[in-house]
């Protein structure tokens, strides 16, 4: 990748790796801009400063530095200090917004059992602060990339200034979905917390039935919205999977694009991850099986090779498909194999997974939290890996597994659609996807992979497809790149 554009960019996002991170958008937003500066293309990146990423200096290699910006931001008629934070990481400028009643908090959005009351108007604050921050740099960005509902009222500030009083906004604005099912939504009453000039009413791109809707205008005015796969975009313009916002998709000018994410593979390669048991690559797999072993004696399981270990790495919320597997268990516990889970999320989805390895104590093993190194060691340890989400806008870990030998199970959706590759029906496969999102389809692929289990060479063939596959950032970029190009080159 490489390109002639002489431009400044700024990515805004709510999360961003190393700093804090609940999942995908934390991966894109480290590896996207790194992407694009690595190839000459001046981005800098701005997030809140929760208290993860005061606690991670040092040990996540980044030191946090005080910049000279103490930011005013008005607050219906209130009026509160941001205190501007940078760090440099990777080559990459990173501004942090501080206020420490909005983001010094355990967890970015949510408690296990609730979503912060508050978050609507944690995330104005946020927005306001960062075209205070854009104007107070007096370094003119030409392009903001906006990310998922926490930003979507940005392009209201670029225009009308955070105080309402008006700001000429030259730049232009592109606004990703990572994930139409947070729309960040608030009663007609939060209006007075925007500052913006009017009612609702004046606003038909943030009103939707009668509330505000951040998700919505950040898609309807940016100048291109984008999301993460092609399989998305054709999605969430249907009643199925468009969350309500499908018609305001249908007729979007210029239309959503799809833009399937890339893989940071300097970090997600098994041939060198420093965490892993053994390194392994396609033609020396031999290190993988060090890794199972390894993963299943922390996990406390008994480790035998004729054993396919199930795996599965997530947030522990409904997309997921955990409702799937709740179906399954009993059924596939009953199979030869063994199930270690990593993840984190509703009380739910944990107290059910706990019940899980109680009941079931040599062959399912589960961890609740976030573990970026342990989520390295399942990957390289595990044979197959699930992801049976009901949507999934990109998905990253069927990627990771591709990458690390572990055979991806997943639903005909999304990104994982865009992907994944099935087995049963092509010659190239590098996975088995499900017909129907349906308990007796789950059940039908854990028993075609335990059966490929059993198969050592299609088995090994299958493993070496899937490293093969090259979802790089490098492709992603350029795509990227490309939309930013043709929007600073279109007059409007
Ligand atoms: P989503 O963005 O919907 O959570 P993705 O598959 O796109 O799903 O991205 C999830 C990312 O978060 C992956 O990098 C995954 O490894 C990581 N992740 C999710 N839960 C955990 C966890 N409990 N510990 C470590 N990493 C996690």
Redesign the pocket.
């Known amino acids: 990748m490489s390109s002639d554009l002489s431009v400044r960019g700024l990515f805004v996002s709510s999360e961003a790796r190393p700093f804090a991170s609940s999942?995908?958008?934390g991966?894109v937003a480290q590896a996207l801009p790194d992407a694009l500066n690595a190839q000459g293309i001046r981005f800098e990146r701005v997030m809140p400063l929760y208290r993860r990423v005061v606690e991670g200096q040092g040990t996540h290699g980044y030191t946090l530095e005080r910049t000279p910006h103490t930011l005013a931001i008005p607050m219906g008629q209130d009026v509160f200090d941001a205190d501007i934070w940078a760090a440099n990481f990777n080559g990459v400028r990173t501004y942090f917004i501080g206020r420490d009643e909005y983001f010094d908090r355990s967890e970015l959005y949510a408690l296990p059992h609730r979503a912060y009351s508050d978050n609507f108007e944690r995330f104005v604050f946020f927005q306001k602060a960062v075209v205070a921050l854009i104007d107070g740099l007096g370094k003119p960005y030409d392009l903001i990339h906006l990310n998922d509902w926490q930003t979507g009222l940005i392009p209201l500030y670029l225009k009308n200034g955070i105080n309402g009083t008006g700001r000429s906004a030259s730049e232009k604005t592109v606004f990703t979905i990572h994930?139409i099912a947070y729309q960040g939504t608030a009663s007609e009453s939060s209006m007075y917390e925007t500052n913006l000039p009017g009612t609702l009413r004046w606003y038909p791109e943030l009103e939707f039935y009668g509330e505000l809707n951040s998700l919505k205008a950040g898609i309807m005015l940016s100048d291109q919205c984008t999301t993460v796969s092609h399989r998305y975009a054709d999605e969430i313009q249907t009643a199925e999977f468009g969350c309500g916002l499908e018609g305001v998709l249908q007729h979007l000018e210029p239309p959503v694009r799809g833009i399937v994410n890339g893989v940071d593979y300097a970090t997600w390669n098994p041939e060198t991850n420093p965490t892993l048991a053994a390194n392994y690559s396609p033609r020396a797999l031999a290190g993988k099986e060090s890794c199972k072993k390894a993963v299943l004696q922390h996990y406390g399981l008994k480790y035998a090779k004729d054993i396919p270990v199930f795996s599965m790495?997530?947030?522990m919320v409904d997309?997921k498909g955990f409702d799937l597997i709740a179906g399954a268990i009993e059924q596939i516990m009953e199979l030869p194999i063994q199930f270690i889970l990593?993840?984190?999320g509703q009380d739910i989805y944990q107290d059910m997974a706990r019940k899980w390895a109680e009941r079931w104590p040599d062959k399912c093993a589960i961890e609740i939290?976030?573990?970026?190194a342990l989520?390295h060691q399942i990957e390289a340890g595990a044979d197959f890996f699930f992801m049976p989400s009901k949507f999934e806008p990109?998905?990253?870990?069927q990627l990771?597994s591709l990458k690390y030998a572990t055979i991806p199970i997943v639903s005909n959706v999304g990104g994982l659609a865009d992907t994944v590759r099935d087995i049963r029906s092509t010659k190239d496969g590098t996975g088995f996807i499900m017909d129907a999102y349906t308990v007796e389809n789950f059940i039908e692929c854990v028993r075609a992979a335990l059966s490929l289990f059993g198969d050592k060479k299609q088995l090994r063939e299958t493993r070496k497809m899937g490293m093969k596959q090259d979802y790089s950032w490098n492709r992603a970029g350029e795509e990227y790149l490309a939309l930013y190009e043709d929007l600073l080159q279109s007059v409007n």
């Open positions: 999942g995908g958008l991966d994930n790495i997530s947030r997309q990593l993840g984190s939290g976030f573990n970026s989520s990109c998905g990253l870990n990771y």
